[in-house]
């Protein structure tokens, strides 16, 4: 049999991640790019949306559909920004601070039972090459 490329091998990797995250959001019917935003916002704190588009690498009308879709669900509110009455800041609502706080625990949990199978220097290498190439 012939050995997978690096390149295969990291896809396949990839592809696993993003499986164990979507069956670890799934209790709390979070997408991905839902709990993107969340994340983001629980490490930064509230911020004008076009911030938290250049945070999550997407087109502002994007983190606006994120956004809409996390108000809809009662996990964050716009508000106005006090600095700039034309402006408007994303936050956290409480539901959405407990919601990003228990997906991020679950996924912690996950990652550490898949990497686990790797020794601690074998982890310490591959955050290594994974930051250099990032």
Do not use: C, Y
Not at 15 to 44: C, D, K, T, Y
Not at 81 to 90: E, G, I
Not at 116 to 121: F, P
């Amino acid at each position: 049999m012939e050995e997978e490329s690096l390149h295969e091998a990291f896809w396949a990797v990839s592809r696993r991640l993003r499986e164990q995250a979507r069956r670890e959001m799934e209790p709390w019917g979070i997408a991905p790019s839902q709990f993107r935003a969340l994340n983001v916002l629980l490490g930064h704190g509230e911020m004008r949306l076009s911030t938290l588009a250049e945070h999550l690498r997407i087109a502002p009308r994007s983190a606006t559909e994120v956004v809409d879709d996390l108000q809809q669900r009662g996990l964050a509110e716009r508000r106005p920004d006090p600095a700039d009455r034309r402006a408007t800041l994303v936050a956290l609502t409480e539901q959405g601070r407990s919601t990003g706080e228990g997906v991020r625990t679950a996924r912690a949990a996950a990652s550490e039972r898949l990497f686990s199978m790797l020794s601690a220097d074998d982890r310490t290498e591959l955050a290594r090459i994974l930051r250099k190439l990032a």
